[in-house]
């Protein structure tokens, strides 16, 4: 994840808290939770293998920690079009496709 991506939206951010950074030699995991002006937050996993993202969870939750909605490529819910990515929406957690699968397109 890359900080300039996150920069781009500063006039809506109130913070970014960095959570943790851990490099191996293969891969790169990225954690940060980013908190909105109107206090929900966004918390943010992403996971490089050689500079290419190859699994995310990005979840938006309310200020009330109430799920806005989670995009992810974990491998389940199959019978999704746009199988692995997909996204839950909402209290419930209603799964649909999803055609964001990057931070940018979140």
């Known amino acids: 994840m890359k900080q300039n991506s996150l ?19 293969q891969f790169e995991i990225y954690k940060c939770r980013v908190t909105f002006l109107d206090g929900s937050n966004l918390r943010i996993f992403e996971k490089y293998d050689n500079k290419k993202l190859v ?17 992810d490529r974990a491998p389940h ?3 999704i079009s746009s199988y692995p990515h ?4 909402g209290s419930q957690g209603d799964v649909t496709a999803s055609a964001e699968n990057n931070l940018t397109a979140v």
């Not at 920069?7 to 030699?25: A, D, G, P, V």
């Not at 699994?55 to 995009?71: E, Q, R």
């Not at 997909?86 to 929406?89: G, L, Q, R």
């Open 7 to 25: 920069l781009q939206f500063q006039e809506i951010i109130s913070s970014i808290e960095s959570q943790s950074y851990e490099q191996t030699k």
């Open 86 to 89: 997909h996204k839950h929406v």
């Open 55 to 71: 699994y995310y969870s990005y979840y938006w939750l309310s200020a009330f920690n109430d799920l806005i909605i989670g995009w």
């Open 77 to 79: 819910h199959q019978d």
